[in-house]
């Protein structure tokens, strides 16, 4: 599978930039990457300067802002890996990050700065034993979270490796796999594909990331459906984004999309603090306003949870009820264990 559009002179022979934009956009995409699909692009309306579908995958010199607070790994992956590829925080569950790339690269990631071409591309088989045996040397580990980059850009071959071997260790009983692709780039999720996934050793989830309800293409929602038939539990993944997502109509159509598709919303993320990514982030306060009109406007199988991680990777916390905001913008963030941690709603 490849990306149709990987430069700045693809975005111009597509329209989606005009001819005075690439040279600016050039100190951008050589420090954040440019990929898009042509199932993406043939979505972004060339007419509507500010297209949701646009907005998340063309590049803008905004890129370049950089602000004091944010961060170059705002969730602390590097500090939570004991062996390259994992990501180990909480006891019971792992990040297994098998690929740097993507299909398409997301102008908002939370990881822009260690994915793209320059990305060690995937684990070695040597890497992948020793992220097994990290794995196995640890029982309370119930839980493998197939991540990159995205998995789904591996052959089926790879995938059918990583699945054997994690299913193989006796303690691990989930393996969740977090992808774009059956939506960006349906015509990867093959027969043979998605056999590649199945085991009866463990549950096998997929959490399909989407953020626009346009996503759901009918291509998008047969690959969709050639998942479910293997008996793969599906979740949907969200950030809510400035200009892309947050108004009630665009969230509550996105969250009946998922769905309809047989997908359950699982967590709507507020964005990270990521370097250069500041004007797609929405206030706390805005976010929690947004969640109390979707409970009154959806059904309840429509409801994500609303999280944030913590900056440094501490824990994910639900929102609205574990904080307090305070009048200064600081607001009071409470852990699952009761700890208090102060956050700054920095836009």
Known sequence: MTSNIRSLYDLYAAKLIPSDRVRPLVEVVERYPVA????MAGLIDRDRPEDPIARQFVPTMLELDARSHEEVDPIGDDSHSPVRGVVHRHPDRILLKATGVCPVYCRFCFRKEMVGPQAKREMTAIDLQRAAEY??????????????????????ERIRSITETFSAIPHVRILRWHT??????????TDAFVGALATDRCAIFV??????????????????RRLRQIGVSLLGQTVLLQGVNDNIRSLSELMMAFVEAGVKPYYLHHPDLARGTGHFRVSLKKGVA????LRRSVTGLALPTY???LPGGIFKVPLPGACSFGEDGTVELKDPFGNIHLYRDAL
């Open 290 to 293: 947004l969640m109390d009109e």
């Open 207 to 224: 959490a399909i990331h989407a953020n626009h309800a346009r996503e759901f293409t009918d291509e998008g929602r047969a690959a969709i």
């Open 307 to 309: 999280v944030l991680d």
């Open 36 to 39: 898009l699909t042509e199932a």
């Open 135 to 156: 794995v196995a040397g640890h029982p309370a580990i119930r839980e493998v979270i197939v991540t990159g980059g995205d998995p789904f850009v591996l052959s089926a």
């Open 180 to 189: 774009r692709v059956p939506l960006v780039a349906p015509s990867k999720v």
